[in-house]
């Protein structure tokens, strides 16, 4: 039996023995964004290092917790602090959530991050939903051997974000009075923030943003048969030639949160059209 499903069996069944829900939609909460957990009612709030087989989160601003419960009366389940690459993990484990999610029930995944700007229209603060990404990582979360129970073998990436999740999300920032922009995310491995060469490089690549997560999820999202939304908070300029100040963790994490009341209002309204 492949090894991720025998770990999945473990923590699902873990889990249902806490919560009858059978969440739709799953949320993965980046950097400074876990305040949005809170929003859930009905929650169940489980430690992951009480959850067999669940992979620990080491990052500060991470909180490492999974909560189900409903969001505008729509059962979800929300991953409150992500794995990263950079920590150390194989890929497969920091997409973990998704396939506890797709064992879960859940069709939709929200994933949300915090990045840098490569474009100048892209400012501090500001909202970018993700159309495409850039896997710049070499590294896959379906590296090694496939379970088909959970998905194929080669799994297609067109419209690896999901247009109708897009427009539902672009309508309701519409409706709501905030603007949001539309662009590509290009993951890297990070820890370090990029250098003014490399900023350059990946604009002349064609991305608009750059971060050090999302891309593992998305492509076991596509892999498990999951619709995705993506959600980028821009915390600063990548390119360190713009911005005048050093990037560090605090002040991403600061930027990130003062956009939070947006980014719960696209959540909340993706949660509520996406499952009617
Ligand atoms: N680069 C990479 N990851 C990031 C950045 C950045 O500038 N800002 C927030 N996450």
Redesign the pocket.
């Known amino acids: 039996m492949p090894a991720l499903r025998h770990h999945l069996t473990l923590t699902t069944n873990f889990l249902a023995k806490h919560t009858k829900l059978r969440p739709k939609v799953a949320l993965i909460l980046g950097?400074g964004l876990g305040a949005l957990a809170g929003a859930l009612t009905d929650a169940v709030d489980l430690a992951y290092r009480d959850l067999p087989s669940f992979p620990v989160t080491t990052v500060q601003g991470h909180r490492g917790r999974v909560i189900v419960g409903r969001l505008r009366g729509a059962p979800v389940v929300a991953f409150d602090g992500r794995m990263h690459l950079y920590e150390g993990l194989p890929m497969w484990q920091v997409a973990y959530p998704v396939y506890v999610a797709q064992r879960m029930g859940a069709s939709v995944l929200i994933v949300t991050?915090?990045?840098?700007?490569l474009v100048e229209s892209l400012r501090a603060g500001d909202v970018m939903l993700i159309r495409d990404h850039l896997n710049l990582t070499g590294d896959s979360p379906l590296r090694g051997e496939n379970d088909p129970e959970v998905g194929e073998r080669f799994p297609d990436m067109r419209d690896a974000y999901d247009k109708r999740l897009l427009a539902i999300a672009q309508e309701v920032a519409r409706e709501r009075g905030f603007p949001v922009a539309v662009g590509v995310y290009a993951a890297?491995l990070?820890p370090s923030?990029?250098t003014g060469a490399e900023?350059k490089m990946l604009r002349i690549l064609g991305a608009d943003?750059?971060?050090?997560?999302t891309v593992p999820e998305v492509i076991a999202a596509r892999h498990a048969g999951i619709r995705v939304a993506g959600i980028s908070v821009?915390?600063?300029?990548?390119n360190p030639e713009v911005d005048g100040a050093p990037?560090t963790h605090e002040s991403?994490q600061a930027t990130?949160n003062a956009a939070s009341d947006r980014v719960r209002s696209l959540v909340e309204g993706l949660v509520e059209r996406a499952t009617t």
């Open positions: 950097s991050n915090a990045a840098g700007a890297v990070g923030y990029e900023a943003a750059v971060g050090m997560s821009i915390a600063n300029a990548a990037t991403v990130v």
